[in-house]
């Protein structure tokens, strides 16, 4: 194990709930029910399921299998193919160290957002007070570095006593929540439709843009292409066989949530006459609204918040825990020093994030707005690239049957065939098409 004082998982669960908790966030959350409703429902359903379970589950097992194999953080396990690989690691940490500056800055407001729900009447979350709450220049700030904080002190735990623990009691905590929800939605008036609407497949909505969002939301929902697996990877227990299982089920996980978020919000939605709206807008104003003219709405108002902070806070977790590995890895740092001047580093990241809200709303780099500049590089760009120069290093020059990920020699030779071909052609269509050059 590269990692010092430290065992790994204590058992596969632990790396199927840590994993899984990397992957569940806010994009199965807000992102997910979103894209599905305009891409066909039942239709986009059925396309995100195949996509998931060839070139998704092709790249999690690529980088499972990297980091079991060589047992060390994304740069040094890259580099282990060959010395100029390296760099293909740094990708993935230079992107999980951006998604982790403005991530931690919407974690920030849902913290804001929990206090506030359990303390004032949710009919008070309008459109007015969330504007005027993110761009406030310091509160928000306040709350995300206490959100790092938590972050930070889960890592600092250590991989078994921190991750592995409270993801045990985190992850199945978020599925109670997030199914009494689903639940609490069934029995609106309008659910029917709203379900009706989410799960009918329209297959005339269905053409190559969608394969396009289909598989963009898939790499950003897995949390692929950014070394997360491959630090994952190598804290598994070593033994005969590759846990190929461990991550079907991880996959299988982060489907289970995007649909049951589609099943709390589209009733929801429907039996209040709102519209459908991604990010932000949805989950601080949209669903706050309709909380509050429920029979006990501020209760469900706050059990909400509590998911999606629990969501959020598994998933910075795994964008901790990579670049601790990495910087133990290069600098021999201990992991307490790794953690808290990382946790540092990142709330200095997170000043432009967050300002970009108010103060330097104004500041714009390629006209976007420090925020959205970072979304871009990170999601569009760095994330894609990873995933490609992955696959290439492996598929080219290693050779992906050699990671020996399955038991068959037959499948292995599939598997390398994926690896070398479909799944880097994918990766390089989603971002074609996400620096708009198709269009
Ligand atoms: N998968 C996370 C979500 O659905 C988002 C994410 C993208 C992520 N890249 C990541 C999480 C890297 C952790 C690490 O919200």
């Known amino acids: 194990m590269d990692n010092n004082n430290q065992a790994g998982w204590s058992s596969k669960i632990g790396f199927i709930l840590a994993a899984a908790g990397s992957a569940v966030g806010l994009g199965n959350l807000w992102r997910f029910p979103y894209i599905a409703a305009y891409n066909g429902g039942g239709a986009f359903l059925l396309l995100y399921l195949i996509t998931l379970f060839t070139i998704g589950f092709t790249l999690v097992v690529l980088e499972t299998g990297i980091g079991y194999r060589f047992r060390k953080n994304p740069v040094d396990s890259m580099k282990q193919i060959n010395k100029r690989f390296g760099f293909i690691g740094s990708v993935g940490i230079i992107a999980v160290t951006i998604i982790l500056g403005f991530y931690s800055v919407v974690g920030g407001w849902i913290m804001h957002y929990l206090v506030f729900a359990a303390s004032h009447p949710l009919s008070n979350a309008t459109q007015e007070y969330f504007q005027s709450f993110v761009s406030r220049p310091v509160l928000p700030l306040l709350y995300t570095v206490l959100f790092l904080f938590a972050t930070a002190f889960i890592v600092y735990r250590g991989v078994q006593e921190g991750i592995e623990k409270y993801s045990k009691i985190m992850m199945p905590l978020l599925f109670v929540l997030l199914f009494g929800l689903v639940v609490r939605s069934f029995f609106l008036p309008n659910a029917a439709e709203g379900l009706k609407y989410f799960f009918k497949p329209d297959f005339s909505k269905i053409n190559s843009m969608t394969f396009f969002s289909t598989l963009g939301q898939a790499f ?220």
């Open 220 to 439: 950003f929902s897995l949390s692929v292409g950014m070394g997360i697996f491959i630090t994952y990877g190598a804290y598994l227990p070593e033994d005969k066989k590759f846990p190929i299982g461990s991550s079907a089920s991880v996959i299988a996980l982060d489907t289970l949530v995007s649909v049951l978020a589609g099943m709390m919000i589209f009733p929801a939605i429907f039996s209040f006459n709102l519209s459908m709206n991604a990010g932000p807008t949805l989950i601080f104003i949209t669903l706050p609204k309709i909380f509050a003219s429920f029979p006990f709405g501020s209760i469900v108002g706050v059990v909400f918040f509590i998911l999606l902070f629990l969501a959020a806070l598994t998933s910075t977790i795994s964008m901790i825990e990579v670049s601790v590995a990495y910087l133990h890895g290069k600098y021999g740092l201990p992991r307490s020093k790794a953690v808290i001047g990382y946790a540092i580093f990142c709330v200095v990241l997170a000043v432009p994030f967050s300002l970009a809200f108010g103060l330097w709303s104004d500041v714009k780099i390629f006209g976007y707005n420090f925020f959205d500049f970072g979304d871009t590089v990170a999601s569009n760009i760095l994330l894609p690239a990873g995933g490609f120069l992955m696959c290439v290093a492996v598929g080219w020059f290693y050779g992906a049957e050699k990671l020996r990920v399955f038991a068959s020699d037959k499948a292995n030779a599939v598997f390398a065939l994926m690896v070398k071909y479909l799944a880097p052609a994918a990766v390089l269509l989603v971002f074609i098409d996400a620096m708009g050059w198709l269009k």
